[in-house]
C-alpha cells in the first residue's frame, strides 16, 4: 500500500509562517507530479501548488510570492512554505502524488489532510 502522511498545521496569527510536510511511503518506484490542495468550509477542493519531479512549480494567484513548494525526491516529500498568511488561507490543506508503484500500476494518491486556521 501506499500512505502519503502530511504534518505542520496549526493555528497562526495573520502574518505569521506554517511549513507543511508530506511524506509518502510504501512500495513506491517513483513520484511524479506533486502537490498541495486546500478546501475551506463551503468551498471546492483547489490546487495550492504544485510540482512536477524535476522541480517546474506552478501557484494558484492567489498565493503567488507568498507560497513555496519544495520536493526531496530521496525522502519522497513534498513541502509547502507558507509564510505572510491571511485569514482566507484558512482551510485543510491535502497533499496529492502522482505515483507509481513497485507493482507497476500507477495512481493518484492523497493524504489525510492537516488543519489551517489563521485568526486575524
Known amino acids: 500500500q501506499v500512505h502519503l502522511v502530511e504534518s505542520g498545521g496549526g493555528l497562526v496569527q495573520a502574518g505569521e509562517s506554517l511549513r507543511l510536510s508530506c511524506a509518502a511511503s510504501?512500495?513506491?518506484?517513483?513520484?511524479?507530479?506533486m502537490g498541495w490542495y486546500r478546501q475551506a468550509p463551503g468551498k471546492q477542493r483547489e490546487l495550492v501548488a504544485g510540482?512536477?519531479?524535476?522541480?517546474?512549480?506552478n501557484y494558484a494567484d492567489s498565493v503567488k510570492g507568498r507560497f513555496t513548494i519544495s520536493r526531496d525526491n530521496t525522502k519522497k516529500t513534498v513541502y509547502l512554505q507558507m509564510n505572510s498568511l491571511k485569514p482566507e488561507d484558512t482551510a485543510v490543506y491535502y497533499c496529492?502524488?502522482?505515483?507509481?508503484?513497485?507493482?507497476?500500476?500507477?495512481?493518484?494518491?492523497w493524504g489525510q489532510g492537516t488543519q489551517v486556521t489563521v485568526s486575524s
Open positions: 496529492n502524488a502522482d505515483i507509481f508503484t513497485a507493482w507497476a500500476s500507477r495512481g493518484t494518491y
Open positions: 510504501g512500495r513506491i518506484s517513483s513520484i511524479n507530479n
Open positions: 510540482i512536477t519531479r524535476g522541480g517546474s512549480t
